[in-house]
């Protein structure tokens, strides 16, 4: 293998034409020079330079490595500053996915801590359903993600269980537990007790549909006290249209803790006790892949903040 400081030493003689002349522009001795294409021409097993009254004259061999050796060094440098760069985190770019809710409860909070500690990298938030941002971890596009699963469903199934890709393309990292919580109306006959069972819920009409994410564990659980929810039909994902309809009377929701984080102007929020529907938020990665600086420092700041996030998501049930 090529010693890229002895490569460095044969093209400043080419360069410069004789030992002396490299010598002068390396900083070195003229001995140390002929030293190290000694040993050079050693490892290569074949003469590289002639040394004659008006300088050197390359070989044939020699053309060949010089040829070769700018091209080598200029990419090792660039290397070498790319990999300076990161390392320090001087510079760089990390696209990360997030879904909404995560976004608006905690992502955000954890790009702000970003950025007050790595100010020089480019972070680029990518938000859309787990998914599709399952895809594209696979596909290299982003780096990091924010990901839900519900128990014993494969995070790669879409909400009308279409494979979109497949969970063995992504190693998890468990952050938390997220359970779902009761969206009520204000002045609902419900919202004056502090927390409520599965089976305070028979006869309420509930925002969504059998796609809604979340509420085909709350008909099995229903089933378990003999009743089965009565759902609008709306196909709704996001949950701050959910609860826009609970504001406008058309029903309660039963949606993520996490997606409740923040009040909504004409609704309560009722944690529910005992067996309760449930997801849990994870860190994804590429399975496999070799993380950049950037990515190893901001999955080491999510997992910090991360931290509270299960005390914080329990108090939403009792």
């Not at 990360?96 to 007050?116: C, D, L, M």
């Not at 290299?140 to 995070?155: K, Q, T, V």
């Not at 609902?188 to 502090?194: C, D, I, N, T, V």
């Not at 994870?282 to 299960?310: C, F, K, Q, W, Y």
Request: hydrophobic residues 45%; aromatic residues 6%.
């Amino acid at each position: 293998m090529l010693n890229l400081a002895r490569l460095r030493v044969f093209e400043a003689v080419v360069r410069t034409g004789s030992f002396a002349a490299a010598a002068d522009a390396l900083s070195f001795t003229p001995s140390a020079i002929s030293q190290q294409m000694a040993r050079l021409e050693a490892e290569v097993g074949t003469v590289l330079v002639e040394r004659t009254a008006r300088g050197v004259q390359v070989t044939p061999a020699g053309a060949l490595l010089h040829a070769r050796s700018r091209r080598i060094l200029s990419e090792a440098q660039e290397a070498y500053a790319e990999l300076n760069a990161l390392a320090g985190l001087r510079s760089g770019r990390l696209r990360i996915g997030s879904f909404p809710s995560a976004t608006q409860a905690f992502t955000t909070g954890v790009f702000k801590a970003y950025r007050e500690r790595f100010p020089g990298v480019d972070v680029v938030l990518v938000e859309d359903e787990p998914h599709h941002n399952l895809a594209r971890l696979r596909d290299r596009e982003i780096e990091l993600s924010l990901l839900f699963s519900w128990p014993g469903r494969p995070i790669g199934l879409d909400y009308r269980n279409r494979r979109v890709c497949a969970d063995e393309a992504v190693a998890l990292t468990k952050l938390a537990d997220d359970p779902y919580v009761a969206i009520l109306p204000d002045g609902h006959r419900l919202a004056g007790r502090e927390d409520l069972a599965v089976a305070d819920l028979r006869d309420e009409l509930i925002v969504g549909s059998r796609w809604t994410p979340g509420l085909d564990q709350l008909a099995e659980l229903a089933d378990e006290h003999g009743f089965e929810p009565l759902l609008t039909g709306h196909e709704i994902p996001d949950y701050e249209s959910v609860r826009a309809f609970v504001a406008t009377g058309d029903g309660i929701a039963v949606i993520p803790a996490m997606a409740a984080s923040r009040p909504f102007p004409g609704t309560v929020t009722r944690r529910l006790r005992g067996d309760v529907p449930l997801r849990v938020v994870h860190l994804a990665r590429p399975e496999g892949g070799v993380n950049s600086a950037a990515a190893s420092t901001m999955a080491a700041v999510v997992i910090e903040l991360a931290a509270d996030l299960p005390r914080q998501l329990a108090g939403g049930r009792a």
